[in-house]
């Protein structure tokens, strides 16, 4: 049996050749398909980074009404407290219950008469045009009650 090489790199030349011009248009396509898939890579990146950002944006949102949300029963607490306060005060500075506890607690007892001061101010007016007055001069007077 003969081997005939001549046809066989005949055919063998033609499918190389063949096969190059398939990839030089081939070469041409690929930087079109190229930039058909490096701009899709880019906008699925893109919505990512929206949608990242929205998620990060409800987030804080939430943060945020949480905290609005503990700072308005903090301050509801802190309102009560001051009534609760504000009571106590009232009951405590009555001129009843400082004289409950001034005598009761500390002792304390009235003074007796040898032992008040009597204090006496009088004060001078003198008036000026447009109604506008001023003290001219202030005395105390200190008198024991026994002089």
């Known amino acids: 049996m003969k081997l005939d090489f001549g046809e066989f790199d005949k055919a063998y030349n033609e499918d190389i050749k063949q096969r190059k011009i398939e990839d030089s248009k081939s070469y041409k396509k690929k930087p079109q398909e190229r930039g058909n898939f490096l ?4 906008v699925i990146v893109l919505a990512f980074f929206i949608f990242a950002n929205i998620i990060d944006g409800y987030v804080e949102l939430n943060s945020v009404k949480f905290e ?3 700072l308005s029963e ?8 001051i ?3 504000q009571v106590k005060i009232q009951q405590n500075t009555s001129g009843e219950k400082i004289e409950k506890i001034a005598t009761e607690k500390l002792g304390m007892i009235y003074p007796l008469d040898s032992q008040k001061i009597s ?7 003198a008036l000026y045009p447009k109604d506008f007055s001023v ?4 005395e105390k007077d200190q008198k024991a009650s026994g002089e």
């Open 83 to 85: 009534v609760q306060l």
């Open 39 to 42: 701009g899709f890579t880019f």
């Open 74 to 81: 903090r301050i509801e607490t802190l309102n009560s407290e």
């Open 119 to 125: 204090i006496e101010q009088r004060k001078s007016f």
């Open 135 to 138: 003290i001219v001069k202030s």
């Open 68 to 70: 609005n949300l503990e």
